[in-house]
T-cell receptor
Framework: DAGVTQSPTHLIKTRGQQVTLRCSPKSGHDTVSWYQQALGQGPQFIFQYYEEEERQRGNFPDRFSGHQYPNYSSELNVNALLLGDSALYLC????????????????FGEGSRLTVL | KNQVEQSPQSLIILEGKNCTLQCNYTVSPFSNLRWYKQDTGRGPVSLTIMTFSENTKSNGRYTATLDADTKQSSLHITASQLSDSASYICVVARPGNTPLVFGKGTRLSVIA
């Protein structure tokens, strides 16, 4: 049973460029959440996708956008990259946005390490 | 303000020793509290999830406690191993579909 898979694992961009990160959720999961984790910090919630729509959004600018496909996979797009966007971007999947009747357990991918020069 | 505070920020212990990590939260309303282990450069992995009615939950050498009255939780690691070296993140969930609140984590280093 494949877990959450993310690609690419590492990438380097320059200021002003655009980047697309990809995520495939764990089998049986239909909800994808994206997090940004700066070095030495806890993950910060970016947004959540369910039924191909953005359901929740954290305090991130419009430069951060996303998409969810019918197969539940998701993309995170960041435009006009800034040096401060350098971070580990984590994708997490769950069954239903709040886990339905369960505890809403999240399964995380290994992350995409973005470096902006 | 909904916050999760963890202490200590970092900790170094000898292999085989026990340690306890602390988590205090002000998140309200409360649904559940989770502890994750995150190896450097990797994604977090769930250790335990505790709801309001659960005081203690174990996962192998990891034992989490929860005092919902004082809004405190602890993660006790028994007979530490070198592979326990990681960041341990405390996360609190609110009811419904609201974003989880993450602590900054405790960085544990187990040395031989």
């Amino acid at each position: 049973d494949a877990g959450v898979t993310q690609s690419p694992t590492h990438l380097i961009k320059t200021r002003g460029q655009q980047v697309t990160l990809r995520c495939s959720p764990k089998s049986g999961h239909d909800t994808v959440s994206w997090y940004q984790q700066a070095l030495g910090q806890g993950p910060q919630f970016i947004f959540q996708y369910y039924e191909e729509e953005e359901r929740q959004r954290g305090n991130f600018p419009d430069r951060f956008s996303g998409h969810q496909y019918p197969n539940y996979s998701s993309e995170l797009n960041v435009n006009a990259l800034l040096l401060g966007d350098s971070a580990l971007y984590l994708c997490a999947s769950s069954y239903r946005p709040s886990g339905g009747r369960g505890t809403g357990e999240l399964f995380f991918g290994e992350g995409s390490r973005l470096t902006v020069l | 303000k909904n916050q999760v505070e963890q202490s200590p920020q970092s900790l170094i212990i000898l292999e085989g020793k026990n340690c306890t990590l602390q988590c205090n939260y002000t998140v309200s309303p409360f649904s559940n509290l989770r502890w994750y282990k995150q190896d450097t450069g990797r994604g977090p992995v769930s250790l335990t999830i505790m709801t309001f009615s659960e005081n203690t939950k174990s996962n192998g050498r990891y034992t989490a406690t929860l005092d919902a009255d004082t809004k405190q939780s602890s993660l006790h690691i028994t007979a530490s191993q070198l592979s326990d070296s990681a960041s341990y993140i405390c996360v609190v969930a609110r009811p419904g579909n609201t974003p989880l609140v993450f602590g900054k984590g405790t960085r544990l280093s187990v040395i031989a």
